[in-house]
């Protein structure tokens, strides 16, 4: 299995494959080809083969906050520790960005709780992190559950 590794314009194809494949099942928002490829630098991928096996994409909210997205890996390659990998390398690069406070809206708490994410009320979260939501078919009975993980210690959000 290969390393992680920033994405490249070749991975989106199979990025936006992989990721609706779950959106198809409720267990993620939809990602259309049109974002993926505006926001490639936000995402990280594995890959088996030469094919995307796995990826994630940590996005900018604000100077203080970015969001840990898009987390998905082939049902071929879980219960490997690719997505703990994953999480990880969001983390060192939001150490790296200087960025303090990550979160994500996940229907997967417990995986998050274990890389050190705690859960808060979505309402803490800034009112920016809120504009995607408007494309999700289940808006506003959002069943996502909000996380945090501090990079920074000390560091809250607001």
Known sequence: MSPIEKAKIGDVP??????????????????????????????????????????????????????????????????????????????????????????????QPVFFGKQGFIEVDKMKLPKKVWTECFHCPKFPDCEETAMVFTVKEGAQLG
Not at 27 to 55: G, H, T
Not at 72 to 90: E, M
Request: proline share 2%; net charge positive.
């Open 14 to 107: 199979q990025i936006h494959k992989l990721v609706n494949s779950f959106a198809g099942k409720g267990q993620m928002l939809a990602r259309p080809l049109s974002e993926i490829y505006e926001n490639l630098r936000d995402y990280f991928v594995v890959k088996k083969d030469k094919k995307v096996i796995a990826c994630v994409a940590l996005h900018i909210s604000w100077s203080d906050l970015a969001e840990v997205k898009a987390l998905a890996v082939s049902s071929r390659n879980q219960k490997k520790g690719l997505g703990a990998q994953l999480v990880t390398a969001c983390i060192e690069e939001a150490k790296l960005l200087d960025i303090p406070v990550v979160f994500c809206l996940t229907y």
